[in-house]
Each structure stands twice: as structure tokens, then as C-alpha cells.
């Protein structure tokens, strides 16, 4: 069975701080891992995927992860953090023809 | 990628009633899901919408709460029945056009409150 665990239910950083949010992943195949973004009162937003094609990974909005599958983990970072990053960020990993399965979520919090 | 609108965007209903909720997508997709997401909380899915069959639902879930249909390739409808406060939560709908990495897009979310 596939799992995420997302470490930090909560994180808060200063604007242009370095934001890193955490994601370990389990699973016995190799995982397809995803990052997506739900600002408040709307929807999820695809902010970047891991496909095996590279290990690090570019999103939008200057986001990026890499792929570790010594550590089993996929971490999101992003180099300065800006009041609009503000938000709940969501981990996720299928398997080809599977549906997601997501991780608890972390709300990253922006201070100025 | 796909967009996908969901009708209605929010609602607030009496316990005991019925509530459907629909989604459209823009394109023909291979999959479509359903989620639930409770207050302050991840998304959990509901079932698998699948063309031409019946839906494949997860573990506490069942189709007598969750009817859902899927008529064609763009189009699934969830009903709530019997509703409870329980069942007050955000019911996303997803999409995914198969293939070999399976990336889903979400609709908005309808936001259900059950008094």
C-alpha cells in the first residue's frame, strides 16, 4: 500500500526566508509524487510532479523538490518565500491508473 | 490540463435530505474521482467514477450513501443521501486523462453544510 506522511502539520517562516515543507513517502513500487497548493475557499493547484524523468523537480511560482529514494522523501522548497505562498500544501503519490492519496497537509504561514 | 467546474459551489442543507452535486469537465478524461474533505482536514476518496460501469468504492464508503454516475467521458454526478452534520465537508471532484503519470486536476469544491 502507498502512504505519504507529511511532517509538520503547521510552518511558519518570514518573507524571504527559505521555505521547506516535508514529504516522505512509502511505497512498493516506484511512486509517482505530487505537490499541490489550496489556498483558502478554493480548489487544489498542481505545483509540480515527480515522474522518474529527473530527480529535481521545478514547479510554478518558484517552487521545486527533489527526489530521494535513499530517504524515501520528496521535500518542497522554495529559495524566498513571499507573502502570497500562504497556504495548504498537499503531498500526494499514486501508481499509474490509481487515484491520489494525499498527505495530512502542512499550512505554511508568511510573515512580513 | 483539464478544467473542471462543479454545480452547486455551496449549499446548506436540512439532515435527512438528498443533495447531488455535479461535475464537468472540459475535455474526455479516463478517470474521474470524488474526494472528501472534512473541516481542517486532508482529502479522503470517496470512489472511482467509472464510463459505462459502476463506481469503485473505498473502504467506508458505500454506493447506498455515495450514488454516483458517470454517463460519459466528461460528466459524474455525487449525491449525499440521508444526510447528517457529518457529512458537512468540501466534495471535490478530479480528473485524470490516464496515461503514464496519471496527473489529476481538481475542480473548485462544493462546500456542504448539513444543519
Known amino acids: 500500500a502507498q502512504s505519504v506522511t507529511q511532517l509538520g502539520s503547521h510552518v511558519s517562516v518570514s518573507e524571504g526566508a527559505l521555505v521547506l515543507l516535508r514529504c516522505n513517502y512509502s511505497?512498493?513500487?516506484?511512486?509517482?509524487l505530487f505537490w499541490y497548493v489550496q489556498y483558502p475557499n478554493q480548489g487544489l493547484q498542481l505545483l509540480l510532479k515527480?515522474?522518474?524523468?529527473?530527480?529535481l523537480v521545478k514547479g510554478i511560482n518558484g517552487f521545486e523538490a527533489e527526489f530521494k529514494k535513499s530517504e524515501t522523501s520528496f521535500h518542497l522548497t522554495k529559495p524566498s518565500a513571499h507573502m502570497s505562498d500562504a497556504a495548504e500544501y498537499f503531498c500526494?503519490?499514486?501508481?499509474?491508473?490509481?487515484?491520489?492519496?494525499f498527505g495530512k497537509g502542512t499550512t505554511l504561514s508568511v510573515s512580513s | 490540463s483539464a478544467v473542471i467546474s462543479q454545480k452547486p459551489s455551496r449549499d446548506i442543507c436540512q439532515r435527512g435530505t438528498s443533495l447531488t452535486i455535479q461535475c464537468q469537465v472540459d475535455s474526455q478524461v479516463t478517470m474521474m474521482f470524488w474526494y472528501r474533505q472534512q473541516p481542517g482536514q486532508s482529502l479522503t476518496l470517496i470512489a472511482t467514477a467509472n464510463q459505462g460501469s459502476e463506481a469503485t468504492y473505498e473502504s467506508g464508503f458505500v454506493i447506498d450513501k455515495f450514488p454516483i454516475s458517470r454517463p460519459n467521458l466528461t460528466f459524474s454526478t455525487l449525491t449525499v443521501s440521508n444526510m447528517s452534520p457529518e457529512d458537512s465537508s468540501i466534495y471535490l471532484c478530479?480528473?485524470?486523462?490516464?496515461?503514464?503519470?496519471?496527473?489529476?486536476?481538481f475542480g473548485p469544491g462544493t462546500r456542504l453544510t448539513v444543519l
Open positions: 515527480y515522474t522518474s524523468a529527473a530527480t
Open positions: 500526494a503519490v499514486n501508481q499509474a491508473g490509481t487515484a491520489l492519496i
Open positions: 511505497s512498493s513500487v516506484p511512486p509517482y
Open positions: 478530479s480528473s485524470s486523462s490516464g496515461g503514464l503519470y496519471n496527473e489529476q486536476f
